[in-house]
Nanobody, 125 residues
Framework: QVSLVESGGGLVQAGGSLRLSCVTS????????VTWFRQYTGKEREFVGG???????MYATSVKGRFTCSRDNAANTVYLQMNNLQPEDTAVYYC???????????????????WGQGTQVTVSS
């Protein structure tokens, strides 16, 4: 049984930083991409960034240069380091993973079989 669990969300002032974690279980993380999405209230989930099995990364334009994905395969954990946070970054953040290994991150939500429960990030102005 594959599971993903996010943590690290919270309340931060504009310009601050947070680091989200996504701990996976039930599979060998080193073979899989993990991607981060976020969801504003009443909106569809949108792509934030992802890291492939080979450490290739890709990011949404809105977060490029501020957010960084990294992974620690030994800890079965992928991280999303978020710097210079702004009020428009306020959302619930989810990590997701494909069913199959060796794929690159994708911006398409329907390509992901496994999702975490989400963690709230709130940025005050």
């Amino acid at each position: 049984q594959v599971s993903l669990v996010e943590s690290g969300g919270g309340l931060v002032q504009a310009g601050g930083s947070l680091r989200l974690s996504c701990v996976t279980s039930g599979r060998t993380l080193s073979r899989y991409a993990v991607t981060w999405f976020r969801q504003y209230t009443g909106k569809e989930r949108e792509f934030v960034g992802g890291i492939a099995w080979n450490n290739y990364t890709m990011y949404a334009t809105s977060v490029k240069g501020r957010f960084t994905c990294s992974r620690d395969n030994a800890a079965n954990t992928v991280y999303l380091q978020m710097n210079n946070l702004q009020p428009e970054d306020t959302a619930v953040y989810y990590c997701a993973s494909h069913r199959f290994p060796s794929l690159l991150p994708s911006m398409r939500r329907n390509e992901y079989s496994y999702w975490g429960q989400g963690t709230q990030v709130t940025v005050s102005s």
